[in-house]
């Protein structure tokens, strides 16, 4: 069974760049798409973006000047950096996996990360 | 950008009743959509994808419907544990940029 563990800082200041891994275990993290959505306290789900295995990546066009996104297929993790972050950028942030290869459905996520923007 | 959204904000149903929830999408998905459940301090769990095919594990209780612009999640009898965040999403349009509706609370009455 795949299962996603993201870390990184849950506290970043504003302007800095907030930098968040994923790791993969129970399954390879090749010939997929990995993806990362966040969701701010009390609101919604928003799709930050996806890579996939071969460094392919897809980005929400409303974040996409601040979104880098890589894979590090022999460690089986991916990683997200969000740029100039501000407060509105405060939010519980998720990795997940679609359902199978090709579906934009997702099937596994991991648990979430807050990250709160900060002084 | 694909807007989705979700009828009613808030559902209000007793335990074994049936609750229908509506999400609307701006343009046509075709049946590329998904519904989740999330309870508090949980990740999203996906429920239905291709608009009416259950995920793995999912009780017969739940049904998706719907093509194009319209879908609906139906459940048939309320379970306890099922009162939590439902969120539809699209996933149709390309380049990706897949988006969610907003969420529809389903709460005891």
């Known amino acids: 069974q795949v299962q996603l563990q993201e870390s990184g800082p849950g506290l970043v200041k504003p302007s800095e760049t907030l930098s968040l891994t994923c790791t993969v275990s129970g399954g390879s993290i090749s010939s997929y798409y990995w993806s990362w959505i966040r969701q701010p306290a009390g609101k919604g789900l928003e799709w930050i973006g996806r890579i996939y295995t071969s460094g392919s990546t897809n980005y929400n066009p409303s974040l996409k000047s601040r979104v880098t996104m890589s894979v590090d297929t022999s460690k089986n993790q991916f990683s997200l950096k969000l740029s100039s972050v501000t407060a509105a950028d405060t939010a519980v942030y998720y990795c997940?996996?679609?359902?199978?290869?090709?579906?934009?459905?997702?099937?596994?996520w991991g648990q979430g990360t807050l990250v709160t923007v900060s002084s | 950008e694909i807007v989705m959204t979700q009828s009613p904000a808030t559902l209000s149903v007793s335990p074994g009743e049936r609750a229908t929830l509506s999400c609307r999408a701006s343009q046509s998905v075709s049946s590329n959509l998904a519904w989740y459940q999330q309870k508090p301090g949980q990740a999203p769990r996906l429920l239905i994808y291709g608009a009416s095919t259950r995920a793995t594990g999912i009780p017969a209780r739940f049904s998706g419907s719907g093509s194009g612009t319209e879908f609906t999640l139906t459940i048939s009898s309320l379970q306890s544990e099922d009162f939590a965040v439902y969120y539809c999403q699209q996933y149709n349009n390309w380049p990706p940029t897949w988006t969610f509706g907003q969420g529809t609370k389903v709460e005891i009455k």
């Open positions: 997940a996996r679609a359902l199978y290869y090709g579906s934009g459905s997702y099937g596994y």
